[in-house]
């Protein structure tokens, strides 16, 4: 069989290489506008000249002053690269994941990866304190993530089955079952701090400092680095698993390594930006509309898109109700629910 013939193309022939440049100047200039945008707001060149002049690339005198040199340099810099890393990281986890389940719905919350990683928040936040300091918390859901797919396997090893709709069926339930015990570790904490880990269940960026960005980064690049590697099995898992097999793949093992490092990236995100739904759902679509099926285009574009889309609603958060930072986490399910609601309409002949 040959596989590329078999994977799916885009009717929208946009070449490659002008969708990467194109993607890539529209990521730095929302970037731009994300740092200059907030409670006070700064001039787009000036926002360019600190970056510059921070970067040792100019030898400009510094005509700002040092408040707007820290904010923009150590408060929304930060929180716009974390942006772009969870986005990203979301979205290609989200591509991935709907290749080895051979489901369109299939994303971090449908396996219960995210379930996890909040209830390890819940625990830090309501129950233990900041045992480990300003890592506690991000320490806690990133384990919380990894406790949500050791469930998962469990389950599915419990029934004698590793088939793609086996493991779809035990991460819904073991998703229902963490945020059950999520809800419950709420009701037994200090209700006055409730609202602390309600609102990152709720999902922001107001975790972002320089020194913890090191973590969601690296796992991002290894990560994605390993999925695009094997962006050609991707493919094949498309087709089944008889028709993976007869290419030589060992399907239960890699669909197995495939969850594992799907978990690693949305703890990894989740563990600094709580909760956030429907990216790694709906980007994943909006690129095959793009490039079609084949997964060596899939998953940059996705990592490009799932930047840009949660920029923008980063962007959205903080410029709606100023001064006041909206849950991220809202404003993605909004606009994640009506851009699949027009997706499934476009695709109401497609069978699921």
């Known amino acids: 069989m040959k596989l590329e013939s078999s994977v799916k193309t885009s009717h929208y022939a946009i070449p490659m290489p002008w969708l990467i440049l194109l993607l890539t100047s529209l990521l730095i200039f929302l970037m731009g506008l994300a740092i200059s945008l ?24 510094s005509y700002w002053s040092m408040g707007r040199e820290n904010i923009v340099w150590q408060v929304r810099l930060p929180r716009t690269l974390l942006a ?73 090893n ?16 073991v998703a229902f079952m963490l945020t059950a015990l999520g809800n419950m570790f709420i009701f037994l904490g200090d209700h006055r701090a409730a609202h602390t880990a309600i609102f990152w269940m709720l999902g922001g960026l107001g975790l972002a400092q320089w020194g913890q960005l090191w973590f969601p980064l690296i796992a991002l690049l290894l990560g994605s680095s390993y999925l695009i590697h094997k962006a050609r099995y991707l493919n094949a898992m498309m087709l ?19 969850i594992i490092v799907c978990a690693l990236l949305t703890g990894a ?43 923008m609603a980063d962007i959205a958060s903080r410029t709606i109700m100023p001064p006041e930072n909206m849950p991220i986490g809202t404003l993605t399910g909004l606009a994640g629910g009506i851009a699949f609601v027009l997706l ?8 699921l």
């Open 38 to 61: 907030g409670s006070v707001s700064i001039a787009q060149s000036t926002v360019w000249h600190i970056l510059a002049h921070k970067l040792s690339l100019t030898d400009m005198t």
């Open 84 to 156: 772009g890393m969870v986005g990203a990281a979301l979205a290609v986890v989200g591509a991935a994941l709907q290749s080895v389940t051979r489901n369109p719905l299939a994303d971090p919350h449908l396996l219960g990866f995210s379930s996890g990683a909040a209830l390890g928040a819940i625990i830090a936040l309501l129950h233990t304190g900041m045992i480990l300091g300003v890592m506690t918390v991000p320490i806690f859901a990133f384990g919380g993530a990894l406790f949500g797919i050791f469930l998962v396997l469990s389950v599915a």
């Open 269 to 311: 995100a989740v563990a600094f930006a709580g909760v956030i739904g429907f990216v790694g759902l709906m980007v994943p679509h909006i690129v095959r509309l793009l490039v079609g099926g084949d997964y060596r285009k899939l998953l940059p574009l996705c990592a490009l898109i799932g930047a840009i889309f949660l920029v």
């Open 240 to 258: 089944g698993d008889e028709s993976a097999s007869t290419l030589g793949i060992p399907v239960r093992r890699f669909r197995l390594t495939v």
């Open 344 to 351: 499934m309409r476009q695709k109401r002949h497609v069978a």
């Open 158 to 173: 419990f029934s004698a089955s590793y088939s793609a709709g086996r493991l779809i069926l035990s991460g819904v339930a």
